[in-house]
């Protein structure tokens, strides 16, 4: 039996986003490890470096232009997976700090106000998906990546924001500015409805599905 596990790095800083990661777990082929960097400590994080077959990175409310060792400490992780090869998945604060490591521009998208809700996203086909789809997604952030890192493509894109989603032309690692983790609980918790909720799941349950089915290919 293999014991290496998908570690998923909750980097909140106040509340563990526990439903989240138990949504995840129960949808894993493999078993997973749970991590709150900030919260507790990167220790275990860091110490699992070597026996991982995946990431995925969720997302928080600090920016990626803090200065916290915790997030020093992520970026490390990951680009020892990125020198392995190991697939990478990057949610809101995931998907900015990606775009951080590789180059990219993250900035304010409309000032420093938080936005939260739903919205349409429209994702093209690519290495994650075989055919394009477009459905609501949840959404809670003000920043994102406003200039696409060198070697990644974008493949979803809003009425709202232009890099809703973004993958590396070569190298295993996709991530998504809208959280395509949610659970319902996240969504009460931050203020959307569960009418709202309950349409953003499809396309949620569709993307979460397609990296654990790139994790069982490997």
Not at 71 to 85: G, R, S, T, W, Y
Not at 111 to 138: Q, T
Not at 148 to 168: D, L, Q, W, Y
Not at 170 to 178: H, K, N
Request: hydrophobic share 40%; proline share 4%.
């Amino acid at each position: 039996m293999n014991s290496k596990t998908i570690m998923i790095i909750d980097p909140s800083l106040k509340t563990p986003e526990i439903e989240s990661y138990n949504k995840l777990a129960l949808k894993s082929p493999v078993k997973t490890s749970y991590h709150l960097p900030a919260i507790q400590s990167t220790k275990s994080m860091v110490e699992s470096m070597n026996n991982i077959l995946g990431i995925i990175l969720l997302g928080s409310a600090a920016s990626v232009h803090d200065d916290f060792e915790w997030m020093k400490d992520i970026e490390l992780v990951l680009k020892k997976a990125v020198d392995n090869k190991i697939p990478i998945l990057g949610i809101c604060f995931g998907h900015q700090l990606i775009g951080k490591i590789f180059g990219g521009k993250i900035d304010f998208l409309w000032g420093s106000k938080k936005k939260i809700g739903i919205r349409k996203v429209k994702i093209n086909r690519n290495s994650l998906l075989k055919d394009s789809w477009e459905d609501y997604l949840i959404y809670s952030h003000n920043e994102g990546v406003v200039s696409c890192p060198k070697n990644f493509s974008i493949f979803g894109s809003s009425t709202m924001v232009a890099t809703e989603a973004m993958s590396h032309n070569y190298l295993p690692i996709w991530s998504f500015q809208s959280h395509i983790e949610s659970s319902k609980d996240f969504a009460e918790r931050i203020g959307v409805n569960q009418k709202d909720f309950e349409k953003t799941i499809p396309l949620s349950d569709r993307l979460i599905n397609a990296f654990f089915k790139k994790i069982s290919d490997c």
